[in-house]
């Protein structure tokens, strides 16, 4: 009997080995790369700097301490892990942060990878809180930026101060008006946080219809300490949110469907697109095709998920030429979905990262 089932067990082994060696087979073979589960990667996100001049509640600390430079990545090593994904057949980068329009240089590196729009990339976007927007909204189109969020949570001064702590909304409208102008399309971000905006999210998808802005609204995610434990205070689902919008808007859900977290609806009355990003209470996974390098050069291979490759390592250590490698051994890694969970007993926070560092 032990035998039969020594056996048995054998030979499940030894299928998996073989279906393994086939996929990896598969995926060295392939110039794309494709994770265990058949997703093709080619979306790459890169947090350029953990640094902000917002400090928002729901993403940072007040007194948050920054990493010394030696552990960020320069500006050469970021476009050279970047090219090297454009290699290995990454369609789309986009820019994000903590800030990614204060970190100095940055601009130079958005002009250098903007030259691949239209050859091996196809988009180049960036994910702003809008603070520099007034001044820079040009240069990026003209780098090739055809698209960027912008993150918003309160059309008042006073609560836009409150949530961002350091922020001024009208410099923000003034980036806004500047990247329209220029011909950016402009996406809103807005988190939706329970007792805050709750009420006012209607007022900003309105205000998103005048401006000719499509809309996003983001769940809360528990990432990263930002002190005490606001954080379950501020979740609030966003099918909730969905109920209360669909008191005052004719919302149509839309067939399409991005790889991304993100699901459409249209709204007949602003005729925009408004977007749900609900990772806690949907998974979102199946069709993840993207994968996120922070500021520290370690690549996660999903948001809600520690399994990570360190490249800064790799480029520091070993050159150039170890990177492609290191890049797929960590694509054969990426885990099949996220398992982000809120509540009091697990004090506010499943992954012990904040967005900043990771990018959002
Ligand atoms: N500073 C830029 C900005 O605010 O757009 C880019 C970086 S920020 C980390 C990217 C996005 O992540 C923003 O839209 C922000 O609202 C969102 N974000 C940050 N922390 C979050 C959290 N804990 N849960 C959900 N969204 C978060
Ligand atoms: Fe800065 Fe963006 Fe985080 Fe706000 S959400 S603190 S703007 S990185």
Not at 37 to 50: A, I, Q
Not at 271 to 281: A, D, H, R, V
Not at 343 to 349: K, T
Request: hydrophobic share 35%; charged share 30%; glycine share 8%.
């Amino acid at each position: 009997m032990l035998l039969i089932f020594l056996k048995l067990d054998y030979n499940i082994l030894f299928e998996k080995y073989i279906s393994n060696f086939f996929m990896n087979e598969i995926i060295k073979n392939t110039n794309k790369l494709v994770d265990p589960f058949g997703r093709t990667v080619d979306y790459l996100r890169v947090s350029v700097t953990d640094r902000c001049d917002f400090r928002c509640t729901y993403c940072m600390a007040e007194d948050m301490q920054f990493l010394p430079k030696k552990n960020i990545l320069s500006l050469e090593e970021i476009e050279d892990i970047c090219r090297i994904f454009i290699k290995l057949g990454t369609r789309k980068i986009r820019l994000t942060g903590g800030e990614p329009l204060v970190r100095k240089g940055i601009m130079q590196v958005i002009n250098n990878l903007g030259e691949e729009v239209g050859n091996s990339l196809d988009e180049l976007t960036i994910t702003t809180n809008g603070s520099q927007l007034e001044f820079k909204a040009e240069e990026l189109y003209k780098a090739g930026v055809r698209r960027i969020n912008v993150s918003l949570d309160h059309l008042d001064p006073d609560k836009f101060r409150e949530i961002t702590r350091w922020g001024d909304l009208e410099k923000v409208k003034r980036g806004l008006k500047r990247a329209s102008e220029v011909g950016l399309k402009v996406k809103i971000n807005t988190v939706a946080i329970s007792n805050f905006n709750q009420n006012h999210l209607a007022e900003i998808l309105a205000w998103c219809g005048e401006e000719s802005f499509d809309m996003t609204i983001i769940e809360v995610m528990p990432m990263g300490d930002i002190g005490g434990d606001k954080r379950y205070g501020q979740y609030l689902p966003v099918s909730e949110v969905r109920k209360d919008l669909e008191k005052k808007f004719t919302l149509k859900d839309l067939p399409e469907r991005t790889s991304g977290p993100a699901r459409y609806v249209s709204v007949k009355e602003t005729k925009n697109k408004l977007g749900f990003i609900t990772p806690l209470t949907h998974n979102f996974c199946e069709s993840c095709n993207r994968v996120r390098l922070t500021s520290t050069g370690v690549l996660y291979m999903c948001l809600g998920q520690d399994d990570n490759v360190d490249l800064k390592t790799v480029l520091r250590e070993q050159g150039l030429n170890a990177l492609e490698d290191a890049i797929r051994k960590a694509i054969g890694k990426k885990p099949k979905g996220h398992d982000f969970e809120i509540s009091r007993q697990s004090r506010n926070v499943s992954i012990n990262r904040h967005m900043s560092l990771t990018g959002g």
